[in-house]
């Protein structure tokens, strides 16, 4: 590992203000001479502030926060504020920077900004502590997008650098881009970084068949290429004839997707049609864009024939982020399938930088504000004062939804919602007291449950009753962040309320027997494992669990509850240690497994049944919290889940010795039918 504080030498220094010097020459348009002056001087806060500090590869630490803005100016489309923010990214968090010196220099946006990037400090506990930051940044969307734009910059150069990293945090950081960012920058409309983020994580979880996708892709590239060409030709000479100013490529797929083909058709790269798609952008002026891109349409479906159910016209309606465009799959010479996509360079910008390019064009188009919506529902969430950071995340990531499903009041009012959204999610999208009194709902006047997953044109009247209430059973009713949001809040409340009254029974029990109520609820809501005191006192009030029962299980001393055995402080980060052997000394067994280096035997692991792992697989150790160590696949469907939210959990596991064992597996049998018989 090379050191942290190595002093920056000259040739070092040069490279630094090159990366500079690209990132200002990155910038379109080009820079107004007070901005140039805000950056220059973000760029020396950060070059001073880094000093000597190095990243895990060795290279200066500044690199980091430059290639940062640079992601942020040719990626995402951002500007100068943006920009210098992304330079000073990591000052407050890595260095003795302190905000208010940014506020002094910058003003108060840019230390908002900056503050939204910084990490939170060690008050929160380290089961929620990555559950937090992720809130925090999140809930940024709502105030100013840019910090959260230049986070996903910020995962995108930390992915594209992580060699360096040890396995189990490489994975671990994967898992999160898996979890939150990939698909936050599909929602945002940032193609490009999406693409990346899938490929780069793909390379970190399935480096071989990555790598075998990569290596088929290049030893085909010369054969795809000529017939690319052989495929542009006749399109460009009808497209000519039109006289619009045009592009026309082609371009391969990314690696994940075809490795998506692969895995769901049950195909072979080889027998894979679509390896790449021929895009046509057009530069017409905004009035004329739709009839332009519809007639290279024609003109194209008459030199090629196309196939009709695959046809999709998000210029029309364009997506939920903004995106449009003209899709169509065509027959292409020897009967290859082509993937062809009509748009203008407006669109196409969009296309590629999502939301930054979206707020460059609005007020322009004449289009109402497909963010709005979405914004709105990200709003609903953060306002719940009952929702912790784990259910943020969760109600954050339902709302990450591309399709859609328009639907009527009864008044014949409009309503967008995310498809599979059910009836019971259309009345909270009316108001929250009509969802929380919903009793009935009617779709186009006939009665249907609350769980009727609604279509296109429905028109839907909900009947409301002041007496009804939402249950933990409506929970699965619902796919909305909103919904489930202020259901759980519904819930808890009424839980709150009812707990009251074991509340007062606890402490009137205390009281006469003299007992210190403070301690004795901290050590029975702990000894018996409840989440909360308020989960506890409600028990306690529906009679699910009797005080007097559980008093049996202690002594008193000292008017204080005492366990009979030494107990654990379960309010400290689980550790799991090897257990020592008999005589003090580590146990000399040879293990199957290592452990954070250690036999895995020392630490009680099991497999994971959900992915079952065998001898050779990539594999991690995760900590539960009853069932001692479980060892998963690095691919184990539900490895993303527990690397992303409980990453402090997670240990470096390796196999050690290779030994003949046993086990089932499946075999995908491919053949090609060369005549009868055969």
Known sequence: MPPKHVPITEEEKKEIHRAYRKL???????????????????YELAVKAHGNQRRKSGEPYVLHPIEVATICSTHIGLGPTAIA???????????????????????????????????????????????ENFKKVLSTLVDDVRVVLIKIADRLHN??????????????ISAETEFIYSPLSHRLGLYAVKTEFQDLCFKINDPETYHDIERKLADSEKERQIYINKFIKPIKTVIDDLGY???????????????????????????IYDLFAVRIVLDVPRPKEKAACWQVYSEVTDVFKPIPKRLKDWITTPKSNGYESLHTTIIGPEGKFVEVQIRTERMDEIAEKGFAAHWKYKGIT??????????????????????????????????LFQEEVYVYTPKGDLKVLPKGATALDFAFSIHSDIGYHCQAIKINNRLVPMGYKLQNGDQITVITNKNQKPSDDWLKLVVTGKARSKIRSSIKEERKKVSEFGKEAFLRK???????????????????????????????SVNKISL??????????????????????VEEVIEAKPAPSSNGKASKITAKILIEGQPGEQYNYTLATCCNPVQGDDIFAFLTTGSGVKIHRTTCPNGTHLMANYGYRVMKAEWTITTNTNFVVDLLITGIDDGPGV
Not at 24 to 42: I, L, Y
Not at 159 to 172: A, F, V
Not at 249 to 266: A, D, E, V
Not at 548 to 569: A, G, S
């Open 24 to 42: 200002v020459n990155s910038v379109t348009p080009k820079m107004e001479p007070e901005d140039r002056t805000m950056v220059r001087k973000a």
């Open 85 to 131: 923010c992304a330079l000073m990214h990591d000052v407050v968090e890595d260095t003795p920077v302190t905000l208010e010196e940014i506020k002094e220099t910058f003003g108060d946006r840019v230390t908002k900004i900056v503050d939204g990037l910084t990490k939170l400090d060690g008050t929160y506990k380290v089961e929620n502590r990555q559950a």
């Open 159 to 172: 992915l594209r650098t992580i060699g360096s990293m040890p396995r189990h945090k490489q994975l671990k």
């Open 245 to 271: 100013p045009y592009r026309i490529f082609g371009r391969p797929k990314s690696i994940f997707s075809i490795y998506n083909k692969i895995k769901t058709k049950n195909v072979s790269f080889e027998e």
């Open 366 to 399: 004449g289009q109402p504000d497909v963010y709005d919506n979405w914004l709105d529902s990200i709003r609903e969430i953060m306002d719940n004062p009952n929702s912790d950071a784990l259910e943020f995340i969760s109600d954050f990531k339902t709302n």
């Open 510 to 540: 205390m009281d006469h027997l003299k007992i210190d109520a403070e301690q004795a609820i901290e050590k029975m809501h702990r000894h018996f494992g409840y989440p909360s005191h308020t989960d506890f006192y409600y028990d306690l």
């Open 548 to 569: 007097n029962d559980l008093l049996k299980q202690f002594r008193i001393e000292d008017h204080k509850l005492v366990d009979p055995e030494t107990e654990k402080k």
